[in-house]
C-alpha cells in the first residue's frame, strides 16, 4: 500500500530504511497498471527510466544523503503535460506537437530533481490547458476516480486524478483560471496555485503569460507546504519571476488559526450553487470559527465581470503565444502549396475545436479597431477586480469560498454549451486575475447522489500569503476527516 502513502509519510519510512525507493515506485507502476485503464490519467510513462531513477535514489539513500536538503528523495511524481522535461515527449496533449520532445527541463523539474523526486509519467490535461474537464484532449478523456462517468475537471484533470487514484505521491498542474483548484476539489486532494511570480514559469508551454502558474496536486496540506518550497523562488529566466524570499512553508503548519480574521464575499454565494456544495462550505465556515478564525461578510463588487474579462485577457495572450505553432520549427506540418496554406493546414489539423475557438476569440480582441473597445476595456477592469481583493485584505487575512459550484459533472453534460463550462470556473478565475494566491482542500462529499462526490473549500490569500493559507487550511484539514478518504 505505498502507493496510498502522503510525501511525508513515505520519506519518513525511507529515511528508517523501512523501505525502498525501488519498492514505492513500483508500488505507483502497480498501480497505474491495475486502475489507469478505466481512470486514463497517463498519456506516458517509463517503467524501465522510474525504477531507474529509483535505484538511485536508494543508493543516495544507502550513501546517507540527507533529507532535509533533499525533502522528495524516493518519492514518485507525475507532471502535467504542459512542462518540460528534458528528453521526453512535451505535447500539451496536441496534435500539433506531433512527435516533439523536450530539449531541456523546466525550472521547475531542475529543482524537483535537485530535491530527489523520480519523475515518472506524463498526465492527461485539456489541450493546451484550454478547458475545465480534460475532456478537450486530443489523447483520451481522463475520469473522475470516484465516479468515472463523470469529468475530473480541467485542464489538470489527469494530475488530480492521478494523485486520487494514487497512482503518483503527488503531481504537478498549472492554473490560468482556475486548472489546479477546480480539478482538485472535484477529485478530493488539495491543489495550489500560488502568487503570480513566485514559481517560475521557465518551462511551461504558456497559454496566458499573464495568468499562468504552476503548483502542486497533493494528498494532504503538509505535502502542498513542502512542494511548494521546493519548487519556489527567483528564476532569472523567467521575467516575470518576482525576487522574494521562499518562506519554510512546513514550519507554518502550526494549527494555531485563533485570531485569524476570514472573509466570505457576498458575490459568491450565489444562483446555479449546488445546495451540497453551499452546506458543506458552511459547516466548513462554522469549523474555522470553531477554531478561533472570526468570519465576516466582505464584498468583491466587480465579481460579476471575472468571466469576461478573464476570456478576452486568456483569449487575446493565447492568440499570441500559440502563433508559433506553424508547423514550421518544430511539431507537426500538414503540406501545402505555399507557405501560407501548409501554414493554415497545419493549424487546422492539428490544433482541436476549443484551441481554436480560443485563437479566433482572442484574435478578434486584438484586431485593429476592436482593440480599445475590448482588450484595453478588460485590462482595465482587471485592475479594478485586482483592487477589490487587495482592499477585501486591509479587512480580512483571507477570504474563503466554494471552489465550484457543483460536484463533478457526468462526461459529456457540458462539453456542448462552452458558455456553461466557462462556468463552471466562475469561483476560481479571479484569484488569477488578481495575481494572489488559492488553494482548494477537501470539506465534503454531495449527499444526493448514487456515488459520492467531493467538495472543495477555496482559500485565497494575500499575495506571498502562501503561508498563512497553509496554516489555516493545515488546521481546518486536521479537525476533520475528510483527507482520509480515498476513491479507490
Known amino acids: 500500500m505505498l502507493h496510498r502513502l502522503t510525501i511525508h509519510e513515505l520519506t519518513a519510512r525511507l529515511a528508517r530504511r523501512e523501505v525502498s525507493a525501488r519498492d514505492a515506485m513500483q508500488a505507483c507502476l502497480d498501480q497505474v497498471a491495475r486502475v489507469d485503464g478505466d481512470i486514463r490519467a497517463f498519456i506516458s510513462h517509463d517503467p524501465a527510466d522510474a525504477l531507474?531513477?529509483?535505484d538511485a535514489a536508494d543508493a543516495?539513500?544507502?550513501a546517507g544523503a540527507d533529507f532535509s536538503q533533499r525533502p522528495l528523495l524516493g518519492v514518485p511524481l507525475a507532471l502535467k503535460d504542459v512542462l518540460a522535461v528534458q528528453g521526453q515527449p512535451l505535447n500539451c496533449c496536441s496534435k500539433i506537437l506531433g512527435q516533439f520532445r523536450s530539449p531541456y527541463d523546466a525550472t521547475v523539474v531542475e529543482k524537483l530533481k535537485a530535491a530527489g523526486a523520480l519523475i515518472f509519467g506524463r498526465l492527461n490535461m485539456d489541450e493546451f490547458a484550454m478547458g475545465s474537464s480534460t475532456e478537450n484532449s486530443a489523447f483520451q478523456t481522463t475520469r473522475n476516480p470516484w465516479d468515472t462517468a463523470r469529468i475530473p475537471g480541467g485542464s489538470s484533470g489527469g494530475s488530480a486524478a492521478a494523485v486520487a487514484a494514487d497512482e503518483c505521491i503527488a503531481s504537478l498542474g498549472s492554473d490560468t483560471g482556475g486548472s489546479i483548484r477546480q480539478p482538485a476539489a472535484l477529485c478530493g486532494c488539495v491543489g495550489l496555485k500560488p502568487t503570480y511570480g513566485r514559481v517560475s514559469r521557465y518551462g511551461l508551454v504558456a497559454f496566458a503569460s499573464s495568468l499562468d502558474q504552476i503548483g502542486p496536486f497533493t494528498k494532504d496540506v503538509r505535502d502542498a507546504a513542502t512542494?511548494?518550497?521546493?519548487?519556489?523562488?527567483?528564476?532569472?529566466r523567467d521575467a516575470s519571476s518576482i525576487p522574494q524570499p521562499v518562506p519554510r512553508y512546513p514550519q507554518a503548519l502550526t494549527g494555531d488559526i485563533k485570531g485569524m480574521r476570514l472573509g466570505l464575499p457576498k458575490e459568491y454565494m450565489v444562483g446555479g450553487l449546488a445546495p451540497?456544495?453551499?452546506?458543506?462550505?458552511?459547516?466548513?465556515v462554522k469549523q474555522l470559527e470553531s477554531l478561533g478564525a472570526t468570519v465576516q461578510e466582505i464584498s468583491l463588487p466587480h465579481t460579476d465581470y471575472d468571466v469576461a474579462v478573464y476570456y478576452i485577457i486568456a483569449t487575446a495572450e493565447a492568440s499570441a503565444n500559440l502563433a508559433r505553432f506553424d508547423g514550421v520549427r518544430y511539431g507537426a506540418r500538414v503540406e501545402g502549396a505555399d507557405p501560407l496554406e501548409m501554414y493554415a493546414n497545419t493549424r487546422g489539423a492539428g490544433f482541436g475545436a476549443e484551441v481554436?475557438?480560443?485563437?479566433?476569440?482572442?484574435?478578434?480582441?486584438l484586431s485593429s479597431g476592436y482593440y480599445d473597445a475590448y482588450y484595453l476595456r478588460a485590462q482595465k477592469v482587471r485592475t479594478l477586480i485586482r483592487q477589490d481583493y487587495l482592499k477585501a485584505f486591509e479587512q480580512v487575512d483571507a477570504i474563503v469560498?466554494?471552489?465550484?459550484?457543483t460536484p463533478a459533472f457526468k462526461l459529456g453534460e457540458k462539453s456542448g454549451d462552452p458558455l456553461q463550462m466557462y462556468l463552471s470556473d466562475i469561483f476560481t478565475i479571479g484569484c488569477n486575475l488578481a495575481g494572489i494566491p488559492g488553494l482548494s482542500l477537501p470539506c465534503g462529499f454531495?449527499?444526493?447522489?448514487?456515488r459520492r462526490l467531493p467538495i472543495g473549500l477555496q482559500l485565497l490569500g494575500k499575495p506571498f500569503g502562501e503561508e498563512s493559507l497553509l496554516r489555516l487550511a493545515h488546521a481546518y484539514e486536521q479537525s476533520t476527516p475528510w483527507h482520509k478518504e480515498h476513491a479507490l
Open 356 to 365: 481554436k475557438r480560443r485563437i479566433i476569440l482572442g484574435t478578434y480582441v
Open 227 to 236: 512542494l511548494l518550497e521546493v519548487i519556489s523562488g527567483h528564476d532569472l
Open 401 to 405: 469560498t466554494p471552489t465550484t459550484p
Open 446 to 450: 454531495s449527499s444526493d447522489s448514487q
Open 60 to 62: 543516495a539513500i544507502a
Open 52 to 54: 531507474a531513477q529509483a
Open 276 to 284: 451540497e456544495v453551499k452546506s458543506a462550505v458552511d459547516a466548513a
